[in-house]
């Protein structure tokens, strides 16, 4: 037999026998969550119950929309996840109905009670538990996260690539800013005497500060992270900017206005009295980002010409 021949028939003898090479196994994903547990999967998880809005909307931004098989009861967005089933909400859960669902993975958040991942191991189901982020850059290592439970690793870094872009052109833009507004946001106005506003540690307080504003808390010396204000404190600070979080559930600029000692402020007298979308404050997701620049294009719209 020829060198030629040999040569041949090695290479079809190489050829069939990849042929019948087994298939590559997947590898287990192994992740620690926010509780210091860790969580085992077999492969990316294709049947996910999210159970806070954040959730949902990472879920839905690194393209794993299609494997949401259920959501809380105030997740709704992206408009197509109101399609999904309800499950309740962080108060109440409804265990038996997640159940007969047949999750392969139950993702949580800080919003959650931490005691129900307890409940959902003893009824035999996956659960990650998805600390709140502090920072911008913590929201993009939680986008990771979910991208590796789910299979979406290289979406996840072209959008992480993309809101960090994003981030940096508003950071560029606010170096060149002449001034620091402060700027009153506020969360709830049901007793208008005594409205909840944002506190240090809390993602309004950060968009703010990230947009080149100051937040009327830190003006005033306050510490928590969602107080209580009276309408004397405002009066007091006299903020550049009064933020209605709360338009959404029916606050209103002429009612802002009719607060007594509240017509004579800046930002009232200004006309700087302006409904914002809560959303985009408080759910610590990808629209963080879009929060930030809205955020920004208020305080200083002499920047975004």
């Given amino acids: 037999m020829t060198r030629k021949l040999i040569v041949a028939f090695l290479l079809i003898a190489l050829l069939l026998s990849g042929c019948n090479t087994p298939a590559a196994t997947p590898q287990k994903l192994t992740l620690t969550d926010g509780l210091g547990r860790n969580v085992i999967l077999n492969q990316p998880a294709q049947r996910i119950i999210s159970l806070a809005p954040s959730n949902t909307e990472i879920l839905y931004a690194i393209g794993a929309g299609k494997q949401v098989i259920g959501r809380d ?22 265990f038996e109905q997640i159940v007969a669902l047949k999750p392969d993975l139950v993702l949580m958040a800080g919003i959650n009670n931490k005691e129900d991942v307890k409940k959902f191991e003893d009824l035999g189901l996956n659960v990650y538990y998805l600390n709140n982020p502090v920072t911008l850059e913590d929201m993009y290592a939680n986008l990771a996260i979910a991208g590796s439970l789910t299979g979406h690793d290289a979406e996840v870094k072209k959008l992480v690539d993309s809101l960090k872009q994003r981030v940096a052109a508003v950071d560029e833009k606010i170096k060149t800013a002449s001034n620091k507004p402060v700027v009153y946001y506020e969360l709830d106005a049901t007793d208008p005497a005594k409205p909840y506003t944002i506190g240090p540690g809390t993602f309004g ?26 309408l004397e404190q405002v009066v007091k600070t006299d903020p550049d900017f009064i933020v209605l979080g709360d338009s959404m559930w029916g606050a209103t600029v ?11 402020l800046k930002a009232v007298t200004n006309q700087e009295v302006v409904p914002f979308d809560d959303n985009l404050v408080s759910r610590p997701g990808p629209r963080l980002v879009d929060g930030l620049e809205a955020m920004a294009k208020l305080i200083h719209p002499e920047l975004f010409k």
Avoid: F
């Avoid at 937040?215 to 005033?220: F, G």
């Fill in 205 to 230: 307080d950060l968009l703010i500060n990230r947009a080149g504003g100051v937040n009327l808390t830190t003006v005033a010396g306050i510490t928590d992270p969602y107080p209580a204000i009276s």
């Fill in 254 to 264: 002429d009612s802002v206005g009719q607060r007594p000692g509240w017509e004579k």
């Fill in 73 to 94: 009861d105030y997740s709704d967005y992206p408009a197509e996840v109101q399609s999904l089933p309800k499950l309740g909400d962080s108060n109440k859960i409804n």
